[in-house]
């Protein structure tokens, strides 16, 4: 059996790497708080274990790549999570656009983007929570993305080839909340 998704993100970002904790913690909230759009509870169940998951491949303890979301999927898959959660973390947030730019784009090509809109949400999720943890939208994420890195960074340049996707992704699930009434959700 696999440990609890939760306690996997605490034992490997608390002590490291506390406010990539704060950010996880407050991405687990944000898809917690819409995981009423999906009626399926293992749809659910997927939507809320990838956003507390989705950044350990930043953990020292396992990163081995220079693409967080490809460390974090190869580590889940080492430890028996099912393929589809492994394949959220491998494609969250655009990373195929990232490992594109870092040479690592055959390596995370055994998973695929299931494009899905369990997988919009946890974009979503992702893009609207700050590094501590607290609401924002996705704009003023992407801003203090390029803010943090600089122009240099290969993360800027990422963050900037993404952004049309990004948006699109976060438009798609606002706009499923909203065909569903449930926008209030989303606050
Ligand atoms: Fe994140």
């Given at each position: 059996m696999t440990p609890a998704p939760k306690d996997v993100a605490e034992k490997l970002l608390a002590m490291e790497l506390p406010r990539r904790w704060l950010h996880v913690q407050g991405v687990g909230r944000r898809a917690a708080s819409i995981a009423l759009l999906f009626d399926d509870p293992h749809e659910r169940w997927l939507l809320k274990?990838?956003?507390?998951?989705?950044?350990?491949?930043?953990?020292?303890?396992?990163a081995s790549t220079e693409l967080h979301a490809l460390d974090g999927a190869i580590y889940l898959r080492d430890i028996g999570f099912p393929q589809r959660l492994c394949a959220l973390v491998a494609h969250h947030s655009c990373a195929q656009f990232e490992a594109e730019l870092r040479g690592l784009a055959e390596d995370l090509s055994c998973w695929q983007d299931e494009r899905t809109p369990v997988r919009d949400a946890l974009w979503w999720a992702d893009m609207t929570t700050t590094p501590?943890?607290?609401?924002?939208?996705?704009?003023?994420?992407?801003?203090?993305?390029?803010?943090?890195?600089?122009?240099?960074?290969?993360?800027?340049?990422?963050?900037?080839?993404?952004?049309?996707?990004?948006v699109a992704a976060v438009e798609r699930t606002e706009e499923r909340l909203r065909m569903a009434g449930l926008s209030h959700l989303a606050k």
């Amino acid at each position: 059996m696999t440990p609890a998704p939760k306690d996997v993100a605490e034992k490997l970002l608390a002590m490291e790497l506390p406010r990539r904790w704060l950010h996880v913690q407050g991405v687990g909230r944000r898809a917690a708080s819409i995981a009423l759009l999906f009626d399926d509870p293992h749809e659910r169940w997927l939507l809320k274990s990838s956003a507390v998951l989705h950044d350990i491949g930043y953990s020292p303890m396992i990163a081995s790549t220079e693409l967080h979301a490809l460390d974090g999927a190869i580590y889940l898959r080492d430890i028996g999570f099912p393929q589809r959660l492994c394949a959220l973390v491998a494609h969250h947030s655009c990373a195929q656009f990232e490992a594109e730019l870092r040479g690592l784009a055959e390596d995370l090509s055994c998973w695929q983007d299931e494009r899905t809109p369990v997988r919009d949400a946890l974009w979503w999720a992702d893009m609207t929570t700050t590094p501590d943890g607290k609401v924002t939208d996705v704009h003023a994420r992407i801003h203090e993305i390029e803010e943090r890195y600089g122009d240099e960074d290969v993360v800027t340049v990422f963050i900037r080839r993404a952004r049309r996707e990004l948006v699109a992704a976060v438009e798609r699930t606002e706009e499923r909340l909203r065909m569903a009434g449930l926008s209030h959700l989303a606050k």
